[in-house]
């Protein structure tokens, strides 16, 4: 099983950013699938989720309405489209796939099985 994002890099305040997770490995439109991250000193947190057959999301309150979760089931991918990007957005950010099938997607760390390796996104002022 491998998740691998890309995507990431430098955005400035009011820009977009859009990142992408390849998935493999197994049959990934079984499983509901996030994104998480992590910025410096702190610890690793949600940000959104994707039900596992895609019709249901949830976001954290910080992206809410500025990023979007979404699927393309015959790649095998799925994307956070970051939108109105703000400093604070700056982290390191996560790909995940929860441990098990059918499910809503949750915003505990502990509900995801495998993990990508992070794509850095840093947004400048």
């Known amino acids: 099983v491998q998740l691998v994002e890309s995507g990431g890099g430098l955005g400035q305040a009011g820009g977009s950013l859009r990142l992408s997770c390849a998935a493999s490995?197994?049959?990934?439109?079984?499983?509901?699938m996030g994104w998480f991250r992590q910025a410096p000193g702190k610890e690793r947190e949600f940000a959104a989720a994707l039900e596992w057959s895609g019709t249901s999301t949830r976001y954290a309150d910080s992206v809410k309405g500025r990023f979007t979760i979404s699927r393309d089931a015959f790649k095998n991918t799925v994307y956070l489209q970051m939108t109105s990007l703000k400093p604070e957005d700056t982290a390191v950010y996560y790909c995940?796939?929860?441990?098990?099938?059918?499910?809503?997607?949750?915003?505990?760390?502990?509900?995801?099985?495998?993990w990508g390796q992070g794509t850095q996104v840093t947004v400048s002022s």
């Open positions: 995940a796939a929860d441990r098990s099938p059918y499910t809503s997607g949750g915003v505990s760390r502990y509900d995801y099985e495998y």
């Open positions: 490995g197994r049959t990934f439109s079984w499983y509901a």
